[in-house]
């Protein structure tokens, strides 16, 4: 699969006019790092100032693979996991969903486990969908509590690929994200939906099963927000 990552934002170019649409959500407990995750995917920063807000923020970001352009919107759940769950729209289309745990806190690997595959396996609507379990903050090595090996097991006992990142120092993130969960989306026919049918939807009015629309999305790169 060739993939030129440097073709990444050409801000002219709206979501519609992609070849493919794919959506990524970042799921886990409160602090274990999703939001610091999801900006530096989206602008190579590390900000230790995130802050929790009310809602769900998605940030769209475009990628090239054998000269398709892909839209992918990285969807964060913005301190909504504080309530213990998620609505079922963030969920909604999910081509590739990132389960992230703190290595320095087993909690929340045991939350994985207990509270949010579950919620993955009833909410998804991709039963094919790409999922990875992600030990982020390795750059903590003297605090670990869960070693890479038992996180490895864990994802295979639950059918999902396994990374570590440090969103302190970026290692491991762009791997897990592109050559993991996109080269892995875009290899399932079945998940790569044409764009086509994304264009007509757009054009609707939200609306749908349970009252809740799908996610609004903006035009052109850059962040924008929902509320679940
Ligand atoms: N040392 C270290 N701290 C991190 C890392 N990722 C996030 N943090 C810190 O962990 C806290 C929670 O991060 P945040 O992204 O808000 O977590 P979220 O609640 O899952 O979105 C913040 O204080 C971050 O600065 C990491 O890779 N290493
Ligand atoms: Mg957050």
Same mark, same amino acid.
């Given at each position: 699969?060739?993939?030129?990552?440097?073709?990444?934002?050409?801000?002219?170019?709206?979501?519609?006019?992609?070849?493919?649409?794919?959506?990524?959500?970042?799921?886990?407990?409160?602090?274990?790092?999703?939001? *610091?995750? %999801?900006?530096?995917?989206?602008?190579?920063?590390?900000?230790?100032?995130?802050?929790?807000?009310?809602? *769900?923020?998605?940030?769209?970001?475009?990628?090239?693979?054998?000269?398709?352009?892909?839209?992918?919107?990285?969807?964060?759940?913005?301190?909504?996991? !504080?309530?213990?769950?998620?609505?079922?729209?963030?969920?909604?289309?999910?081509?590739? %969903?990132?389960?992230?745990?703190?290595?320095?806190?087993?909690?929340? &690997?045991?939350?994985?486990?207990? &509270?949010?595959?579950?919620?993955?396996?009833?909410?998804?609507?991709?039963?094919?969908?790409? !999922?990875? %379990?992600?030990?982020?903050?390795?750059?903590?090595?003297?605090?670990?509590?869960?070693?890479?090996?038992?996180?490895?097991?864990?994802?295979?006992?639950?059918?999902?690929?396994?990374?570590?990142?440090?969103?302190?120092?970026?290692?491991?993130?762009?791997?897990?994200?592109?050559?993991?969960? &996109?080269?892995?989306?875009?290899?399932?026919?079945? &998940?790569?939906?044409?764009?086509?049918?994304?264009?007509?939807?757009?054009?609707?009015?939200?609306?749908?099963?349970?009252?809740?629309?799908?996610?609004?999305?903006?035009?052109?790169?850059?962040?924008?927000?929902? *509320?679940?």
């Amino acid at each position: 699969m060739a993939v030129d990552p440097s073709f990444t934002d050409l801000p002219t170019l709206p979501p519609e006019m992609d070849d493919h649409l794919v959506k990524v959500i970042f799921v886990g407990s409160a602090g274990v790092g999703k939001t *610091c995750l %999801v900006r530096r995917l989206f602008s190579d920063a590390f900000n230790p100032d995130t802050r929790a807000t009310v809602g *769900c923020d998605f940030h769209f970001k475009r990628y090239m693979f054998d000269k398709k352009s892909i839209g992918v919107t990285l969807w964060d759940t913005a301190g909504t996991e !504080k309530f213990q769950a998620v609505t079922s729209n963030y969920y909604r289309g999910a081509q590739g %969903v990132v389960l992230v745990y703190d290595v320095t806190r087993r909690e929340t &690997l045991d939350a994985i486990e207990r &509270l949010w595959l579950p919620e993955v396996d009833r909410f998804s609507t991709f039963p094919e969908a790409v !999922k990875m %379990v992600v030990g982020n903050k390795i750059d903590m090595e003297g605090e670990r509590q869960v070693s890479p090996e038992e996180g490895a097991a864990f994802a295979l006992r639950h059918g999902c690929m396994y990374s570590e990142t440090s969103a302190r120092t970026d290692a491991g993130v762009y791997d897990a994200l592109v050559w993991g969960v &996109l080269v892995n989306i875009v290899d399932t026919p079945s &998940l790569l939906r044409s764009n086509e049918p994304e264009r007509l939807r757009i054009e609707q009015p939200a609306g749908g099963e349970g009252g809740e629309g799908e996610g609004r999305r903006t035009h052109g790169a850059g962040g924008g927000s929902c *509320c679940g």
